[in-house]
């Protein structure tokens, strides 16, 4: 999974990239301190793999990842090749997601690049940006299918979707306010435009704001901003976030609790960048190892298989499924098997969170 840490400068894109990966991004209080995208992996946290290990005795565990990109901050006119212009959005186009980081406190050391706070301005100059870089592509495919159709005309469909996304975007409005149908969406999606990419608001407030729960009116505005769009809305706090880095396991548990919060931003938002992608996880395990795998919510058995290796997808026969809880109840497969709670499934099994699964298979 790839994410796009994006923002207007100086709102604290590289702080959390830099906490989130320890990749160590430079971050400074100018605009364009990263000129080509940071990327950084990060594994996702998930606890069903220490007591999988623990069942298996596997010999290591191995967590899925996320690979985060810290792009370089957009101001006006990046779409006509102000700031880093178009290398920006170039950049974009690759992840599946944006991480829109938008700045919700007050700080007078540090500057904004507008002059004052204000989310909501701030995302609409990210978005107009976007929306205008789309309109130049879509403007140019527009114009190349509509000499096309006149003697094809199997392309008059596609056509007509073209027009409807550049009224759309000539409208100033981003293409994932369009509705279509699943025929439609997946012509769209080959277009990889970038306002169809679904966004994650990460609000970064302040210090007090986070520890003390409160929500200012910068927030508070997001929020319904967020809601209204139909987006994914987390809050953070770039500062904290940057000294848990520092922190070993233990030492962050007792650092969090301190602070009277229950889990660190990036655990929040990996949780919240699954959920607006529509993804899940299967485990596998065994003496060797014990594994986590990302799939989208709905895949069958025989998907899930393809993920681990495109021969257990063509070979599949069945799959040996048992829930993670069931698993970790009973405390070993042959008891599991005993008390008959893994099950045999078959192509059109859908996955659940939290499947532990061997896959049966021939080539």
């Known amino acids: 999974m790839k994410l796009g840490i994006v923002g207007l400068p100086n709102v604290g894109k590289s702080t959390l990239f830099n906490a989130i990966t320890k990749a160590g991004a430079e971050s400074a209080n100018y605009p364009f301190c990263t000129i080509e995208p940071n990327v950084g992996v990060v594994s996702v946290p998930d606890e069903r793999l220490d007591r999988l290990t623990e069942v298996f005795s596997s010999e290591k565990k191995i967590p899925t990842a996320i690979e985060f990109f810290d792009i370089a901050g957009l101001v006006k006119g990046a779409s006509k090749g102000e ?13 599946e997601a944006i991480v829109h980081v938008v700045r919700c406190f007050e700080d007078e050391n540090i500057t904004h690049v507008e002059g004052n706070i204000d989310p909501l301005r701030d995302i609409e100059i990210i978005d107009l940006e976007l929306i205008l870089s789309d309109l130049e592509v879509m403007n140019k495919r527009l114009s190349k299918t509509k000499k096309l159709v006149k003697n094809d005309k199997s392309l008059s469909k596609e056509f007509k979707i073209l027009q409807r996304i550049v009224t759309t975007l000539e409208e100033g409005k981003p293409v994932r306010k369009l509705e279509f149908d699943l ?29 003390n ?151």
Not at 83 to 91: A, E, I, Q, T
Not at 187 to 203: G, R, T
């Open 83 to 95: 700031g880093l212009g178009n290398k920006f959005l170039s950049h974009i186009r690759e992840v």
């Open 213 to 363: 729960k409160n929500e200012n009116e910068y927030l508070t505005k997001l929020k319904n901003y967020a809601k209204e769009e139909n987006s994914g809305l987390i809050t953070i706090c770039g500062k904290i976030e940057s000294e848990i880095a520092e922190l070993e396991e233990e030492e962050k548990e007792m650092f969090l609790e301190e602070l009277g919060l229950e889990e660190s931003g990036l655990d929040r938002l990996i949780k919240a960048s699954y959920e607006l992608l529509g993804l899940i996880s299967f485990l596998t395990a065994g003496p060797k190892e014990a594994r986590a795998w990302t799939i989208k919510k709905g895949s069958k058995a025989p998907q899930a298989a393809g993920k681990i290796h495109s021969d257990m997808e063509k070979g599949f026969i069945r799959a040996e499924t048992i829930s993670f809880q069931d698993l970790s109840n009973v405390g070993s497969m042959v008891k599991a098997k005993e008390q008959g709670l893994v099950r045999l499934e078959g192509k059109d099994y859908i996955m659940n969170d939290g499947d532990v699964v061997i896959f049966r298979f021939n080539v």
């Open 183 to 211: 025929e439609e969406e997946i012509f769209v999606k080959s277009l990889n435009l970038l306002s169809k990419k679904p966004v994650l608001y990460a609000a970064n407030i302040s210090e007090d704001d986070i520890v």
